[in-house]
């Protein structure tokens, strides 16, 4: 199963209905690539949790979004010693380090290098693979789909916090994972599938 965040609400796509067991109120339509059936889509999700059913969902998602333009990204859940997790606050909302991934560099790399120019670390050491997610933005008339691949990281060191100024970020902050919630009630929907990926696994 997949979803994807459009406007900060996921649009599921799943081969089976029971994929979505644990997700309550959500309504069903199969599959079919066509104009008017985005139409229809986008103006049902709006009001409602939708899941479309596919036999290849992850070929709709290229499909339903062909129209956008398809970039990558990469980031981190990154825990020190004390089991605090790192956070940074960019435009009055508190998200996880990340950034796109650049000409020939892959994704592991990707993301330690974000972790260290957006917070100001030197060598967070990537632990395991976490979690990949989705979600669609607009910028400038171009709608965009991004996939943020995304890796747990430990950090042992001291070391000073420094937010990338010239990205946005304001803030950057070690958080106890007991004061998670207020944190999380200010993020996006990605960021709190993300945290709660990391909290069942960890």
């Known amino acids: 199963m997949y ?3 459009i406007n900060d609400k996921p649009l599921f796509f799943a081969q089976k209905k029971q994929q979505l067991d644990a997700v309550e109120k959500v309504e069903f339509y199969k599959y079919e690539s066509s104009a008017e059936f985005y139409s229809k889509i986008s103006r049902l999700q709006k009001n409602m949790l939708i899941c479309l059913i596919s036999n290849r969902p992850k070929e709709s998602i290229k499909d339903f979004f062909k129209e956008y333009c398809f970039i990558t990204a990469a980031g981190g859940v ?3 010693n004390t089991n605090q997790l790192l956070f940074i606050y960019r435009n009055n909302v508190w998200d996880l380090p990340k950034g796109k991934i650049e000409k020939n ?3 592991k790399t990707a993301a330690v290098r974000e972790v260290e120019e957006e917070c100001g670390l030197k060598g967070p050491i990537i632990t395991n693979d976490l979690i990949s997610t989705y979600h669609t933005y607009e910028r400038n008339g171009q709608l965009y789909l991004k996939k943020t ?3 747990v990281m430990s950090y042992a060191k ?3 916090l420094v937010p ?3 990205e946005g970020i304001t803030k ?5 994972t007991k004061k998670l919630k207020s944190y999380i009630e200010n993020s996006y929907g990605t960021i709190k599938s993300v945290i709660a990926e990391f909290l069942i696994k960890n």
């Open 3 to 5: 979803k994807v965040f």
């Open 78 to 80: 990154v825990q020190n």
């Open 105 to 107: 560099e892959d994704e």
């Open 149 to 151: 691949y995304w890796f």
């Open 158 to 160: 001291e070391h000073s």
């Open 164 to 166: 990338q100024i010239e």
């Open 172 to 176: 950057v902050k070690w958080v106890n």
